[in-house]
């Protein structure tokens, strides 16, 4: 019997897949958001009920981007303005 433990990620493709390396980014599938794991936003939204049937990881933050998700206002405020600053001229935007 196995003990390694599995964690669910998901990749580029934005489809899930079994990982054995637990992710260092968290995500809200809905709103296509990643943010670093202790984000106060999602830590609000999480105990207030929320969130948790949406939550995605991801490996890295490569990979959010890869996914379509983008950089979360509160946990990653320059990348955040910097995207919006790049759709808002109809731009795509690259970290």
Same mark, same amino acid.
């Given at each position: 019997?196995?003990?390694?433990?599995?964690?669910?990620?998901?990749?580029?493709?934005?489809?899930?897949?079994?990982?054995?390396?637990?992710?260092?980014?968290? @995500?809200?599938?809905?709103?296509?958001i990643?943010?670093? *794991?202790?984000? !106060?936003? +999602? =830590?609000? &939204?999480?105990? #207030? @009920?929320?969130?948790?049937?949406?939550?995605?990881?991801? *490996?890295?933050? !490569?990979? +959010? =981007?890869? &996914?379509?998700? #983008?950089?979360?206002?509160?946990?990653c405020?320059?990348?955040?303005?910097?995207?919006?600053? +790049?759709?808002?001229?109809?731009e795509?935007?690259?970290?």
């Amino acid at each position: 019997m196995s003990t390694t433990k599995s964690y669910t990620l998901t990749g580029p493709d934005g489809r899930p897949y079994a990982s054995p390396v637990k992710g260092a980014w968290g @995500g809200h599938r809905g709103g296509k958001i990643y943010g670093r *794991l202790d984000c !106060a936003a +999602a =830590l609000r &939204a999480i105990a #207030r @009920g929320g969130y948790v049937k949406n939550r995605v990881f991801f *490996l890295n933050e !490569a990979t +959010a =981007l890869a &996914a379509g998700y #983008r950089p979360c206002g509160t946990c990653c405020t320059p990348k955040y303005r910097a995207w919006k600053a +790049a759709t808002e001229r109809g731009e795509s935007w690259t970290p």
